[in-house]
Every structure is written in C-alpha cells, then in structure tokens.
DNA sequence: AAGGATTGCTTTTTT
DNA sequence: AGCAATCCTT
C-alpha cells in the first residue's frame, strides 16, 4: 500500500497514486482526456528522482510538443529542484533523435552539420527530383510522391525494399532513391529520417545500442497513442532488455494516423511485454459532467474501442450551446458576439479557444474579429518559420553552415535579384548532377574552367564569395552577428521594404527572427538551426497574453480552455470529405478528432455549423455533421438545432444581424419555464409586432430574442420577466 | 533577365 | 477567392 500523504501523491487521486508509484517494469496508463496524464507521467519522474533515487541522468522522457517538455521540465523544477531536472532527458523525439544524430554522426553517412528540412523544403526537392527524372508532374505530384515516401520511411523501409507490384509503385521507389540520393548530397535529413536513422544505426551498431541502453535506462513516453512505427521500433530497442517503458495512451485521442501514427502500437506493446502493468485513469478532472458526458456520447459510436467509463466530480454544468449559421460569416459573428458577452461576465480572453477542422476556417473568423476589435492569436496557419522572407534569411544562415544544401543555393543564389537567371542556374544544377556534387562546388567549378556565360560570372563569382564569406565568419561570431553581417551584404532591407505595407511587415518578420538570435546568444548555428525546424507553432502559445486563441482540432490536442468553440461541425468538413471518401476508419478518426475538441473545454462548449459555406469561391449549401446526431439531448442547450431544418426562415436578411443572446457559464440548474418560443408572434408596447427568434433560459431568467417586422427596428433581446411583451394575438 | 498577365489549382490535419 | 506556377512581353 502507498502511503498517499506523501508530498508528491497529495491531491492525486488512488488511481494516480498506483500510477505514480507502481513497480519498475513495462507499464501502461491508459487514460481518458483530462485525467491528468501528463501530471501522472511528471509525478512518476518527480517519484523516482526522490524516492527510489534513480540517477536523473538515465532517465529519458518523450513528450507530443515542445511545449509539453517545457512545462514539463518547468514543472519538475519547482519539485524536485534545478540540478536534477536539467540532468535528465525532456523532449520529443524529433528533437532526441536528432541530438543522438549529432553525437553519433560519425556513425552514419551524412556529417554532425546536418540539416533538417521542413514540409517546404521537402517538396522543393522532391519536385527537383520529379523534373530530374523527367517525369509528368500532373500525373505524379511531388506531394503525393512525397506522402508514399514518407509513408515507406515511417514504415523503416528503404528505396530497395519498397514494394513494388504497380508500374506507379516502380516509379516511386525511383523517386524514393532519387529523393534519398538527394538529401544526401545536400547532407541534410528530413522530418521522417531524423526517426529512421537512429533505428538504423541501432540495429546495425551492437556498442552503440548498448551505450543508449544504458543512458536511458528509465523511458517514459507521453501520448503513447500517436507513436509510428518507427518511434515504437526505437522504443523497443532501447528498452526490450532493462525494460523500463512507462508509456501513458489514450487510444480515443488517436488523431494522427495521417501521419504514420498507429494506435496498434498499444498491442504491439501488449505483445511484446507480456507483463505488462496496465493502469487505467478514469477519472476526468477538466470538464463538467454536462461536456464529458457528450464526449463520451460521441466517442462510443467508434467501433474496435476499449469502452471506458469516464467521471467527473464536476456534477451538471452550463449546457452546451448549438448553433445553426447562415454562413461563415455569420458563424464568426455569433462567436464574436458570443465572446463579448462573455467579456461582460468576467471571463478572460485567454480562457477562450475557437477550434476549427482546417486552417483556412481561420479566416472568416479573423476578419470578424479584427472588425469588432476581440484580440485573438493564431496559431498554425502559415507559420513564422514557413514565411518566404524567414525561409529566404534562414537558408543564407543554412548555407553560412553548409555550403552544400542545394535547396537553400537554389532558393537564394538570386534572391535578392543578382543577375544569375534561369538559363545560369539550370547549367549549374545539371553539371552538379553530372559531376555527382552540389550546386555550390559545381558552381565553382564552373567559375575556374570559365564554363559560364561572361555576363553571369560576375554575379556568380560575387554570390560564392559571399557564402564563403559567412561560412568563415560563422567560428568566431555570434548567430546574431552573422545575421546582421548577411543581411547587410545582401542589402535585404532594401530588396524587402519596397514601399508597400506588405514589405514593412516582411522586414519586421526578418527582424523579429533576429530578435530570437539575439536571445540566444550562446547557441551555435547547427543549433540554432536545428531548433528553429524542429519548433511547433504551439510551442510559443503564451498564455498570459489576453486573447482568444484560433487554433485546429489537431493543434489543441493536449491543451484545455475553460470556453470552447467548435466551429465547422458539417458533413464534409468534420468529418473531412477526404475521409469520407477515404475509408470508414478515416472518419472514425474524424470522429476521435471531434471528441478530442469537445474534452479540451472545462466549463462551457459551443458547437456551431453553417448552412452554408464558402468553398473556391462559391457557396454551397452544406449539412450539419453526423456526430451532432449522437449528442445527447440534456445537456443541450436547444436540442432541436440540430436537425437538418431549413423550413425555419433561412434567407432574411435581418437574420444575418441577430444578436446572440448571452449565455455566461453558469453551474446552477434552470428552474423556469420559457414563456416564448421560437417561431411565435409577439406584441412589443414600444416596437411593435415580431417574431421570437429564440428564447433561452439563462439563470433564472427567460432571455428573448424577437425579430421585429419594422426593418427599423431588426432584432432586439428582452428579459421576458421585465420587458413589455406579449403573444400576439392570431390573425 | 525582370516584371506583368494569365492560368489553373487548391483545402485536411503537422512533428 | 487567392495564390503560385507559367507564360508573355519588354
């Protein structure tokens, strides 16, 4: 028995404790949303630093986002103390594996200077290696190549394994190799190689294996659920002798399959650890009873699921709000106005999350916002990091550490223009194909044997003067003074502010990058570089600025907000057409997507959806989602909204204006009776006849909202108790 | 070689 | 609608 008055177990509850302090071993937490899984998982840590003293320097945990290993180190500092909590290994496994890959690049065929490429990066080359192979772009997409690559790598296979039993499967373990080929040339690795390397230089190298099996010889692994097989197969390396894999899961949060992620990883475990521990955490700690109870009405409709029952001590709660919108437009008006109201009661902005399906949902809502002044924070979307001028900067700061990262060369060797067109660079890339060496050595080749047309040398010349330049530099200076030596040799200021607003607010980009540099000016370049491709845009969600936050289903994994909007919730969009057409396990994970969504709201949820929605251009009609049908009814807060009714006066103008009535969380139970209803005529002492347009009980009173027939007037809200109104007599 | 006009394509989700 | 790739003109 546990002695649960100890220090580090107060406030857990008797699940937690066991998960806390069970006995060394393969273990696995099974947990629902809001169970404290995370805190589990930082406890367990904290326990065996102080408890059973296990040397913070054998003790590695995995975590989702950067901004989980952050907390989580932050965390364990105010528990167990600074010296330990830096000793030990907190990251995700991009991040780890990309610090071995450095350590041990003397075990593998690229250099401890590698670089990593982002999404950007990766289809760049692969539509290199398209036109290299000469294929038909329209017939094979570089992406859809690159998604089958990915997919082949995620897998642990390498070009020669790919199986091929279609003509289409030949040509892709062509780009496959090419692609391979290619990052090698530029020594640079992709998100996916970062995972696969390490399993390969394991597998191959017994000593090698054995040192990490002794470095990390206690591995705890959040968000188990969304592993790959890659990360799995590193997993069981590492751990199949000491066995000490702490893995906390929860499979109905399985959102990224897409991804390589496979939830099956979970009975791979169970197979291959047979004495497993496993624990389960039911308890929910975030949600009222109101908002856990819809997630698992939602969520129960999966197939092939461990049921789980989930409670709360959060009994009843404010009910949930559904909303039928005209449009989008209209869909971010009743959030705006939700919003403000909200304001009115108190509530931050910063307890705030508007969650949506795809990012370019953001926008209608960011145009409404900006109009009714509600500060908000966008997260995703186009990332800092993905902006062309923060590319174009940092691939001179690529080059400044490796001149042989073809894709920077290509992408800035005439940026900003410098006389070196198309026709010099494509003589320059087939003789670096020819020659079997990079852009830049190519170049200079060209350069000696006088090979270049007599207008391009110049430029050409002055162009590799500059990287060796930068790359000389880069030993004896800081990475902020590096910046600033190239962005004045390039004149990048000038080449950006052209005068229009758009090229002011690039520069600012630009110099809020060197703003990070400057920060830090004891990293290196390599690791400077490595952190700004390996950063998530979550990682930086600051939350102490007084905003609302815009982020997607996928982002908001993880995190929790005391209001939740979700917004979208029609066929085709949650779940995703993609994955209606895709397969039925598609949309079941559209389905974990939306439950993920309902369980990161603590104390009140909106769901909305429009009846139509701008799509290229045009507007369609769309239908409300199939997982609205499944929600139960109490807990409601208007059940019939759900329905597919449009027999309700859709296309009145005024209905594009409505004010939403407030509804500020409450936790009491409603004890009235509405007197309205929607639909129904009412007579107004000073406005008039109208219709009602909705009426809601909020605390104990009937809250009206009447749409007047004197367009004048429009709509008007009313508390029924006080307000001059009554039913309108029958014509 | 650079800038402007036209086409055609896109929207899943991201470490 | 908006944007990037491509074409076309100078």
């Given at each position: 028995m546990v002695d649960q008055t100890h220090p580090l177990l107060r406030n857990l509850n008797t699940q937690q404790c066991e998960a806390v302090t069970v006995a060394d071993g393969p273990v696995l937490v099974l947990a629902g949303p809001g169970s404290g899984k995370t805190r589990v998982l930082t406890h367990r840590i904290a326990w065996m630093l102080s408890?059973?003293?296990?040397?913070?320097?054998?003790i590695l945990a995995v975590t989702f986002t950067n901004k989980a290993a952050r907390q989580m180190r932050e965390r364990l500092t105010t528990m167990v103390g600074r010296e330990t909590a830096l000793d030990m290994s907190v990251g995700t496994f991009h991040a780890t594996c990309a610090r071995i890959l450095r350590r041990e690049a003397e075990h593998t065929r690229f250099s401890r200077d590698y670089l990593i490429l982002d999404a950007d990066d990766q289809l760049a080359l692969m539509k290199l290696v398209v036109k290299e192979l000469g294929l038909d772009d329209k017939k094979y997409r570089p992406a859809a190549l690159l998604n089958a690559v990915s997919q082949a790598k995620n897998e642990l296979l390498t070009p020669e394994q790919y199986p091929i039993r279609t003509y289409h499967d030949e040509i892709v373990a062509r780009a496959f190799t090419r692609y391979q080929a290619a990052l090698r040339s530029s020594n640079a690795l992709d998100f996916d190689d970062l995972l696969v390397e390490p399993v390969r230089l394991f597998q191959t190298e017994a000593e090698l294996l054995e040192k990490y099996r002794r470095r990390f010889r206690y591995i705890l692994v959040d968000?188990?659920?969304?592993?790959n097989l890659a990360q799995y197969v590193l997993l069981r390396l590492l751990t199949?002798?000491?066995?000490?894999l702490y893995a906390v899961a929860d499979e109905?949060?399985?959102?990224y399959s897409w991804r390589g992620a496979d939830y099956r990883n979970i009975r791979r475990l169970r197979q291959d650890y047979p004495e497993l521990t496993q624990i389960l955490l039911t308890e929910n700690y975030r949600s009222t009873e109101v908002i856990l109870n819809a997630a698992q009405a939602v969520i129960a409709h999966n197939p092939d699921r461990t049921p789980k029952q989930l409670f709360t001590k959060k009994k009843g709660g404010a009910t949930i709000t559904l909303r039928e919108a005209y449009d989008e437009q209209e869909e971010a008006a009743f959030v705006a106005r939700e919003i403000q109201s909200l304001q009115r009661t108190g509530k931050a902005l910063n307890e705030i999350a508007v969650m949506y399906?795809?990012?370019?949902?953001s926008r209608a809502l960011e145009e409404t916002f900006i109009r009714e002044k509600l500060p908000y924070r966008l997260i995703g979307g186009v990332r800092f990091y993905a902006r062309k001028e923060i590319k174009d900067v940092l691939a001179y700061l690529r080059l400044a550490q490796n001149s042989d990262d073809n894709i920077s060369f290509q992408r800035v060797v005439n940026v900003p223009a410098r006389g070196i067109g198309t026709r010099t660079l494509a003589t320059i890339v087939e003789s670096a194909t020819q020659a079997n060496c990079s852009a830049y050595q190519a170049a200079q080749q060209l350069l000696q044997e006088r090979a270049l047309g007599s207008r391009a040398e110049r430029p050409v010349q002055f162009f590799l003067s500059l990287v060796a330049g930068w790359q000389e530099a880069r030993e004896s200076m800081t990475v902020v003074a590096l910046l600033d030596r190239i962005l004045g040799e390039v004149d990048y200021q000038s080449f950006l502010r052209d005068g229009s607003d758009e090229g002011e607010s690039r520069w600012e980009n630009v110099l809020a990058l060197r703003a990070v540099t400057a920060e830090k000016p004891d990293l290196t370049l390599i690791d400077f570089l490595t952190e700004v491709a390996l950063v998530?845009?979550?990682?930086?969600?600051?939350?102490?600025?007084?905003a609302v936050t815009l982020l997607t289903l996928h982002s908001a994994k993880g995190l929790e907000y005391p209001i939740v909007f979700i917004t979208g919730l029609e066929e085709g969009l949650l779940p995703h057409s993609r994955s209606i057409e895709d397969s039925p396990e598609a949309v079941a994970e559209e389905r974990r997507l939306f439950y993920v969504g309902i369980t990161r709201a603590e104390e009140r949820l909106y769901l909305s959806y429009a009846f139509r929605r701008g799509w290229y251009g045009n507007s369609d009609p769309t239908g409300p989602s199939r997982f609205l049908g499944d929600l139960p009814n109490t807990g409601l807060a208007n059940p019939k909204a759900r329905s597919n009714n449009r027999s309700q006066g859709w296309g009145g103008s005024s209905w594009k204006t409505a004010p939403t009535q407030a509804a500020p969380a409450r936790r009491e139970r409603t004890s009235i009776q509405p007197r309205f209803q929607r639909g129904q005529r009412v007579h107004h002492r000073r406005f008039g006849d109208g219709a009602v347009q909705e009426s809601v009980i909020e605390g104990n009173e009937e809250i009206v909202t009447v749409l007047f027939f004197d367009n004048r007037i429009g709509v008007k809200q009313f508390l029924a108790s006080m307000a001059p109104l009554e039913p309108a007599a029958e014509h």
């Amino acid at each position: 028995m546990v002695d649960q008055t100890h220090p580090l177990l107060r406030n857990l509850n008797t699940q937690q404790c066991e998960a806390v302090t069970v006995a060394d071993g393969p273990v696995l937490v099974l947990a629902g949303p809001g169970s404290g899984k995370t805190r589990v998982l930082t406890h367990r840590i904290a326990w065996m630093l102080s408890e059973i003293q296990t040397p913070a320097w054998q003790i590695l945990a995995v975590t989702f986002t950067n901004k989980a290993a952050r907390q989580m180190r932050e965390r364990l500092t105010t528990m167990v103390g600074r010296e330990t909590a830096l000793d030990m290994s907190v990251g995700t496994f991009h991040a780890t594996c990309a610090r071995i890959l450095r350590r041990e690049a003397e075990h593998t065929r690229f250099s401890r200077d590698y670089l990593i490429l982002d999404a950007d990066d990766q289809l760049a080359l692969m539509k290199l290696v398209v036109k290299e192979l000469g294929l038909d772009d329209k017939k094979y997409r570089p992406a859809a190549l690159l998604n089958a690559v990915s997919q082949a790598k995620n897998e642990l296979l390498t070009p020669e394994q790919y199986p091929i039993r279609t003509y289409h499967d030949e040509i892709v373990a062509r780009a496959f190799t090419r692609y391979q080929a290619a990052l090698r040339s530029s020594n640079a690795l992709d998100f996916d190689d970062l995972l696969v390397e390490p399993v390969r230089l394991f597998q191959t190298e017994a000593e090698l294996l054995e040192k990490y099996r002794r470095r990390f010889r206690y591995i705890l692994v959040d968000e188990f659920q969304d592993t790959n097989l890659a990360q799995y197969v590193l997993l069981r390396l590492l751990t199949q002798e000491h066995r000490s894999l702490y893995a906390v899961a929860d499979e109905d949060q399985s959102i990224y399959s897409w991804r390589g992620a496979d939830y099956r990883n979970i009975r791979r475990l169970r197979q291959d650890y047979p004495e497993l521990t496993q624990i389960l955490l039911t308890e929910n700690y975030r949600s009222t009873e109101v908002i856990l109870n819809a997630a698992q009405a939602v969520i129960a409709h999966n197939p092939d699921r461990t049921p789980k029952q989930l409670f709360t001590k959060k009994k009843g709660g404010a009910t949930i709000t559904l909303r039928e919108a005209y449009d989008e437009q209209e869909e971010a008006a009743f959030v705006a106005r939700e919003i403000q109201s909200l304001q009115r009661t108190g509530k931050a902005l910063n307890e705030i999350a508007v969650m949506y399906r795809t990012n370019a949902q953001s926008r209608a809502l960011e145009e409404t916002f900006i109009r009714e002044k509600l500060p908000y924070r966008l997260i995703g979307g186009v990332r800092f990091y993905a902006r062309k001028e923060i590319k174009d900067v940092l691939a001179y700061l690529r080059l400044a550490q490796n001149s042989d990262d073809n894709i920077s060369f290509q992408r800035v060797v005439n940026v900003p223009a410098r006389g070196i067109g198309t026709r010099t660079l494509a003589t320059i890339v087939e003789s670096a194909t020819q020659a079997n060496c990079s852009a830049y050595q190519a170049a200079q080749q060209l350069l000696q044997e006088r090979a270049l047309g007599s207008r391009a040398e110049r430029p050409v010349q002055f162009f590799l003067s500059l990287v060796a330049g930068w790359q000389e530099a880069r030993e004896s200076m800081t990475v902020v003074a590096l910046l600033d030596r190239i962005l004045g040799e390039v004149d990048y200021q000038s080449f950006l502010r052209d005068g229009s607003d758009e090229g002011e607010s690039r520069w600012e980009n630009v110099l809020a990058l060197r703003a990070v540099t400057a920060e830090k000016p004891d990293l290196t370049l390599i690791d400077f570089l490595t952190e700004v491709a390996l950063v998530a845009d979550v990682d930086d969600i600051d939350e102490e600025v007084r905003a609302v936050t815009l982020l997607t289903l996928h982002s908001a994994k993880g995190l929790e907000y005391p209001i939740v909007f979700i917004t979208g919730l029609e066929e085709g969009l949650l779940p995703h057409s993609r994955s209606i057409e895709d397969s039925p396990e598609a949309v079941a994970e559209e389905r974990r997507l939306f439950y993920v969504g309902i369980t990161r709201a603590e104390e009140r949820l909106y769901l909305s959806y429009a009846f139509r929605r701008g799509w290229y251009g045009n507007s369609d009609p769309t239908g409300p989602s199939r997982f609205l049908g499944d929600l139960p009814n109490t807990g409601l807060a208007n059940p019939k909204a759900r329905s597919n009714n449009r027999s309700q006066g859709w296309g009145g103008s005024s209905w594009k204006t409505a004010p939403t009535q407030a509804a500020p969380a409450r936790r009491e139970r409603t004890s009235i009776q509405p007197r309205f209803q929607r639909g129904q005529r009412v007579h107004h002492r000073r406005f008039g006849d109208g219709a009602v347009q909705e009426s809601v009980i909020e605390g104990n009173e009937e809250i009206v909202t009447v749409l007047f027939f004197d367009n004048r007037i429009g709509v008007k809200q009313f508390l029924a108790s006080m307000a001059p109104l009554e039913p309108a007599a029958e014509h």
